[in-house]
């Protein structure tokens, strides 16, 4: 059996505390293992963590960056999704051990006198951690706009009620209503110098891509938590990945990915995004059509490489080296 050691350079931490915000929502405390300082992060980070599958999935994290002892994170158990998010808020209880990557920052808050807030539903997490950070420091001023279907399924209602931070805040339900979603042209009418941050469902990025398109793009900043590749689909078959140094076969069903068939066939490859995003999962193409699904490759490396976390076979048989 070819293996690679996908945990050698992860972070091992513990469970120091699990609670229910939502019904579908929990907040998870994560401290270090030996318990001294976490990595340092900054506001809009995220970590990616091997989740109980044995998948990596990305969690924004929420709490103040100064805080060197502990991390938090929201998360939303998808129950349409992979199982990620589902199997952290299911099965991780406290005192469990973790393996993380350290925090890495695709969101980062850009230095500013002005903030304007949007957010929808967990896409509240790495806003919070930047709310936080911005009323620490005292040295500017922000709006949030949170959008979400009820108040019970709204996160954090007790911190974005504490003073200097619940004067800021505008709360909105839409009760899953189109016609009640919130209108946010007021917001942009007039261009000024706020720094734009938007993270939340897809319906709601592409309202704010609309009603900005007069403000300098470089003042409107956006995280997506799903990058849009769809690395299952209906009419998916079953193939065979070949290994090229043993000549090993790895049966990949149509409803799995090619690194989810060969986690659970005992190889563990390198990844962090599982999203088809970032490129850690890069492996060596010898033979076979590759159906190429990520958002990293470029043209000329197709023919050389897949994104085994995305991407398929169009053949009957892949060969791979890794």
């Known amino acids: 059996m070819n ?33 001294g300082e976490l990595p340092e992060f900054d506001a809009g980070a995220h970590i990616a963590v091997r989740t109980p599958g044995g998948g990596m999935r990305q969690f924004s994290l929420c709490n103040d960056p100064a805080e060197r002892d502990r991390y938090e994170l929201g998360i939303k158990a998808e129950r349409d999704g992979r199982g990620g998010s589902a199997g952290m808020v299911d099965t991780v209880e406290e005192g469990d051990r973790l393996l993380i990557e350290p925090p890495a920052n695709d969101f980062p808050l850009a230095p500013a006198k002005k903030y304007l807030f949007i957010a929808g539903g967990i896409g509240i997490t790495p806003i919070l951690s930047m709310i936080r950070r911005i009323v620490r420091e005292g040295e500017a001023s922000f709006r949030l706009v949170y959008c979400t279907r009820s108040r019970q399924d709204t996160p954090f209602l007790d911190v974005l009620a504490e003073p200097g931070i619940a004067e800021f805040v505008t709360l909105h339900h839409d009760g899953g209503d189109p016609e009640r979603v919130f209108d946010f042209w007021d917001l942009f009418e ?4 706020s720094e734009v941050y938007c993270c939340g469902p897809t319906p709601m990025m592409e309202e704010i891509r609309g009603v900005s398109g007069h403000w300098p793009q470089s003042a409107i900043h956006f995280e997506e938590f799903h990058s849009g590749v769809e690395a299952v689909r209906e009419d998916d078959r079953a193939f065979v990945v070949v290994h090229a140094g043993s000549g090993e076969r790895y049966e990949v069903g149509a409803g799995q990915t090619i690194l989810e068939a060969l986690r659970e066939q005992g190889v563990n490859l390198r990844s962090s995004c599982e999203s088809g995003t970032c490129g850690t999962c890069r492996t060596k193409l010898v033979s076979g059509t590759p159906d190429h699904r990520d958002l990293v490759l470029m043209d000329e490396e197709k023919s050389d490489y897949v994104m085994v976390c995305v991407s398929r076979a169009s053949s009957d048989e892949l060969v791979l080296d890794w």
């Open 3 to 35: 293996e690679i050691a996908a945990d050698e350079d992860l972070l091992p931490v513990r469970v120091a505390g699990k609670r229910a915000v939502t019904p579908d929502l929990c907040l998870f405390e994560l401290v270090s293992e030996d318990g």
């Open 190 to 193: 007039t261009p000024d110098s």
